[in-house]
């Protein structure tokens, strides 16, 4: 059976999607016909899909990729995959595959978690402070993952060294969103040398998927109940709406009592990983 055997699996809210689009630049890797398949979830996350799961025996990787283009990397790329025990699993039964991470200053990450659940008026009511939303996130009061597990995620420290331990530190690479965006080049050296490939990856980014927040958070949650009560489903009308709706989230200043809060909960991400913030 055709597998994957690349995968970018962590983390959220860490600028993968530019790095998905990068990777599958190279003339060894092709990537999944989609980023993030899903396909090695544990059934109780909220993306499951029991057709759409390798845990059922008519599931078929030929679906997202052609593994007759005979190239060296196939490429996964789920950044929820960092806590499912299904990939994990899944993956170390996969000869030679390889990891790669994806990580940034952990309090960034936390003010984009906010910007993107917590600033769209749909995970969170609006009005909604980043203040409150450390409170919801640190009770786990949520029944969306990206909100309750907000702080947790940032812990990279404990998923990155269970999957070491499982796939061989050789065959897992961590890299800073920072160096990524700065140091383009530097990182696909380093990215060629883990992987074992000529250096032919772009010396530029493509930075997608950025942050977007909706203009008006209550007309916003107004128009989406209207839009469910009548099914609204056409793509092209909701892609149209979107573009109007939403612009680019700002800059977000965290509150000094917050950050001293965070950077207490961060010490062992600052300690282990601090060179990549």
């Given at each position: ?111 984009s978690a906010f ?17 409150e939303f450390f ?143």
């Amino acid at each position: 059976m055709n597998k994957p055997n690349l995968f970018l699996v962590g983390f959220q809210k860490c600028g993968s999607s530019s790095l998905f689009d990068y990777l599958i630049q190279h003339p060894e890797i092709q990537g999944t016909s989609k980023k993030e398949t899903f396909a090695l979830t544990d059934k109780s996350y909220e993306h499951y899909s029991s057709e759409n799961s390798v845990m059922n025996e008519n599931f078929s990787w030929d679906k997202y990729l052609d593994f007759g283009s005979n190239q060296k990397y196939y490429l996964e790329g789920s950044v929820c995959n960092f806590y499912q025990k299904t990939a994990l699993e899944y993956i170390s039964n996969i000869p030679e595959a390889k990891v790669i991470f994806l990580i940034r200053n952990p309090l960034d990450r936390f003010s984009s978690a906010f910007n993107y659940y917590g600033r769209n008026g749909v995970y969170l009511k609006p009005g909604t402070s980043i203040q409150e939303f450390f409170e919801i996130a640190q009770n786990g009061n949520s029944d969306k993952e990206g909100v309750k597990f907000a702080l947790d995620h940032g812990q990279y420290s404990k998923f990155i060294q269970e999957w070491e331990s499982v796939l061989g530190k050789q065959n897992v690479l961590v890299l800073g969103m920072r160096e990524l965006t700065k140091h383009t080049e530097a990182v696909g050296k380093k990215v060629a040398q883990f992987l074992s490939v000529e250096d032919k990856f772009p010396n530029e980014l493509n930075h997608k998927n950025k942050s977007l927040v909706v203009k008006n958070k209550r007309l916003h949650l107004i128009l989406r109940a209207i839009a469910n009560f009548f099914g609204v489903k056409n793509k092209k009308v909701i892609q149209k709406y979107r573009s109007i709706s939403r612009k680019e989230a700002e800059k977000i200043e965290l509150p000094e009592d917050l950050k001293t809060k965070l950077m207490k909960f961060y010490t062992e991400e600052f300690k282990a990983y601090g060179s990549y913030f």
